[in-house]
């Protein structure tokens, strides 16, 4: 294998990279944080049997009578995600230097101060699904 090879293998290999999702405002978000419902094991099968159905796939009862546990499955498998989301998973996520703000009061011999700052090193957030 030679270098221009090499060189084309990883190009391929980058140009299949997806395309990060644009940002959005950060106070459109949180704002419309606010308003989503949260997860839903119940309502997330109600969607996922609507589209077996419309994919052709039965959810009734077979056509020997015999039960169909298609939807079943699907129960037993979003709750097993929602549960792990909700317990296990840990969402850790890295802020930019000087994207963060901060302020500060305090008191010194001449009186009060107030101390406005930014981060000068990447920072850590964790987070938790609810």
């Given amino acids: ?24 405002s950060r106070i459109l978000l949180v704002c419309s944080m606010i308003r989503r419902p949260g997860l839903s094991v119940i309502q997330s099968v109600a969607n996922i049997t609507k589209d077996l159905n419309k994919l052709g796939i039965p959810t009734g009862p077979m056509p020997d009578g015999s039960t169909n546990l298609t939807v079943a499955f699907a129960f037993a498998s979003t709750k097993e995600t929602y549960r792990a989301i909700k317990k296990d998973m840990s969402i850790q996520v890295g802020i930019q230097p000087g994207t963060m703000a901060s302020v500060g009061v305090g008191a010194n011999a001449g009186g009060p101060i107030t101390i406005i700052s930014n981060n000068t090193t990447p920072a850590m957030g964790f987070g938790a699904a609810n």
């Avoid at 084309?8 to 395309?19: A, E, G, K, L, P």
């Fill in 1 to 24: 294998m030679g270098i221009a090879q090499i060189c084309q293998t990883i190009s391929n290999y980058f140009s299949r990279v997806r395309t990060p999702f644009p940002q959005i």
